[in-house]
């Protein structure tokens, strides 16, 4: 009797150990995934301000200067004043729209995230997708912004296109800044993909 009651308290010892441990683990899994997700959160916010603080630079972003101009050789040049708005070039345009949406789609993504709690997975699949889908959309205007103003630098010979930012030189900066925070909100978009899928594959 004695030796069956040892081995019974040893068989529940152990039983209990391992209730224990196996909760244990589960307790650091649930605590790592809700740091996780807090985290994804911020990232998502700063996303937000990233691509709200680009669209309101360049959204914003107008100089006018006074510019000689020479219609004739034999009379004196002509002083103008002219003015660069972000509108009056098409690439512009799309960057300001592209950070619009990417911060639109932000804060409908985080009110999603807040009021649904992360239960539905379909939600989930959803919202990477889109950031996924933002990350390329801002990338695209990043591209089509740096690409028209290396021209606004540097200007082009072969089309006989001069440089305007020796001219303009607070709207070039202005729109250098505006390009920098877009990409910061681009990268912030392309890590919460990035974080998504490794958990993705962790729990699998």
């Known amino acids: 009797m004695e030796s069956e009651n040892k081995g019974s308290n040893i ?3 152990n039983g209990m150990d391992g209730v224990e441990n196996r909760g244990g683990k589960v307790g650091k899994q649930q605590g790592r995934g809700r740091s996780g997700s807090c985290a994804l959160l911020v990232v998502r ?3 937000l301000v990233f691509t709200l ?3 309101i630079l360049l959204g ?3 100089q006018t200067k006074v510019v000689p101009i020479q219609l004739l ?3 004196p040049p002509l002083d103008v004043p002219v003015t660069a708005r972000w509108h009056y070039l098409s690439a512009f345009v799309y960057f300001v729209v592209a950070n619009i949406m990417a911060c639109s789609y932000a804060a409908l993504s985080l009110v999603l995230i807040v009021t649904s709690g992360g239960a539905s997975h379909i939600l989930k699949s959803m919202i990477i997708i889109l950031d996924a ?3 390329a959309l801002l990338f695209s205007g990043i591209g089509a912004t740096v690409s028209v103003g290396l021209i606004g630098y540097q200007g082009n010979s072969h089309l006989q296109w001069g440089k305007v930012c020796n001219v303009f030189g607070k709207f070039c900066h202005q729109v250098v800044a505006a390009a920098v ?3 910061l909100g681009s990268l912030a978009f392309l890590l919460i ?3 998504s899928a490794l958990r993705g594959q962790g729990k699998s």
């Open 193 to 195: 993909v990035v974080f």
């Open 45 to 47: 916010v700063l996303g």
């Open 11 to 13: 068989m529940g010892g």
């Open 181 to 183: 925070f877009s990409l």
């Open 53 to 55: 603080v680009a669209a």
């Open 60 to 62: 914003v972003d107008k």
């Open 73 to 75: 050789s034999t009379l």
């Open 133 to 135: 889908v933002m990350a």
